[in-house]
């Protein structure tokens, strides 16, 4: 039987990234056409300017086509205080336009300012604890966060979930934990990553790593309010291990593969979804860089691989 969870695609899964890496994306008119033509039911904003920025003007691009628009990407150095107030006026800019396109429905994905730090970029995937953040640091991280969910809601209506992520400072599973200890529950959720959570879970064995993601699941599945399915390719992480790379040497290499192909068991996932009730939407990502392949065909793939497993 088909699973009521409904899927969408990103604009990062055709190079659309935060991050300033090379090569030219394709523009947010194709974007919206081949996630549209190859499925899937909804879409998120990507990087701000990327769609348009006013509300009327965005509305007729995503309904025009079919799609439902999600939520947005905003990143926030959390570790600096002096950085909160322009993360809260950033996620507010860009909560106002989801609200004003799309109404009460979408979520701030909040994130830390991953890419951007350096020790964090230098040994994503192979994190230890003393790479970490101090416990009066991680005091005013949780704060930060919790001021820009506060914000949001406040002013319109929207929640907010964060999305844990390699090359930040809440990446590996314990530093998931730790974020979500310190935050409220009612005002943040979180935003399951798959993949990130995969290769944020260092040298594990591989069955560990495959169920890590459904674990986290559920333990938290009250917070879990948004998921991404993305995969982790177990070999690229073990040679990015070996290898010392940087994150984004792993995300040119393939490290986040099409579903299917790594160790995530999206079926398992699947399955504990649906036995929590879970009532968000299920989000494909791939980060097919320039270069690296047709995202098109990528994201036709990875769509007929959930229709396997009837999602």
């Known amino acids: 039987m088909a699973s009521s969870i409904r899927i969408a695609n990103a604009p990062c899964s055709w190079g659309v990234l935060e991050f300033d890496l090379e090569g030219q994306a394709a523009g947010y008119a194709q974007v919206l056409d081949e996630i549209a033509a190859t499925g899937y039911a909804g879409t998120e904003l990507g990087d701000w300017g990327f769609m348009p920025t006013e509300p009327a003007a965005l509305r007729q691009e995503i309904h025009a086509r079919g799609l439902t628009l999600l939520g947005a990407f905003v990143p926030v150095m959390l570790k600096d205080p002096q950085a909160h107030a322009a993360g809260i006026e950033a996620a507010l800019?860009?909560?106002?336009?989801?609200?004003?396109?799309?109404?009460?429905?979408?979520?701030?994905?909040?994130?830390?300012?991953?890419?951007?730090?350096?020790?964090?970029?230098?040994?994503?995937g192979r994190i230890q604890p003393a790479d970490g953040l101090s416990e009066a640091e991680w005091q005013v991280f949780a704060e930060g966060?919790?001021?820009?969910?506060?914000?949001?809601?406040?002013?319109?209506?929207?929640?907010?979930?964060?999305?844990?992520?390699?090359?930040?400072?809440?990446e590996t599973p314990e530093e998931i934990e730790t974020l979500l200890r310190l935050t409220n529950p009612a005002l943040l959720g979180l935003c399951l990553d798959a993949g990130h959570y995969a290769f944020g879970g260092g040298d594990q064995a591989p069955l560990?790593?495959?169920?890590?993601?459904?674990?986290?699941l559920r333990r938290h599945s009250a917070r879990v309010w948004h998921v991404h399915f993305k995969d982790c390719q177990p070999e690229v992480a073990a040679r990015s291990r070996q290898e010392g790379w940087?994150?984004?040497?792993?995300?040119?290499?393939?490290?986040?593969?099409?579903?299917?192909q790594g160790v995530v068991d999206f079926a398992a996932l699947k399955a504990e979804l649906e036995a929590?009730?879970?009532?968000?939407?299920?989000?494909?990502?791939?980060?097919?860089?320039?270069?690296?392949?047709?995202?098109?065909?990528?994201?036709?793939?990875?769509?007929?691989?959930?229709?396997?497993?009837?999602?």
């Open 93 to 124: 800019r860009t909560a106002r336009l989801l609200a004003g396109a799309e109404g009460s429905t979408p979520l701030i994905v909040l994130a830390d300012e991953n890419g951007k730090i350096a020790p964090r970029t230098q040994k994503a």
């Open 145 to 170: 966060a919790e001021k820009v969910a506060g914000a949001v809601k406040a002013e319109t209506g929207l929640r907010t979930v964060f999305h844990h992520h390699c090359a930040g400072y809440v």
């Open 208 to 216: 560990a790593l495959k169920a890590a993601a459904v674990e986290c």
């Open 246 to 260: 940087d994150y984004f040497t792993s995300v040119r290499q393939g490290v986040f593969c099409e579903l299917g």
């Open 276 to 311: 929590g009730g879970y009532q968000g939407w299920i989000v494909v990502e791939q980060d097919v860089l320039p270069g690296m392949g047709r995202p098109q065909e990528s994201a036709r793939r990875n769509r007929q691989y959930l229709h396997s497993l009837c999602l």
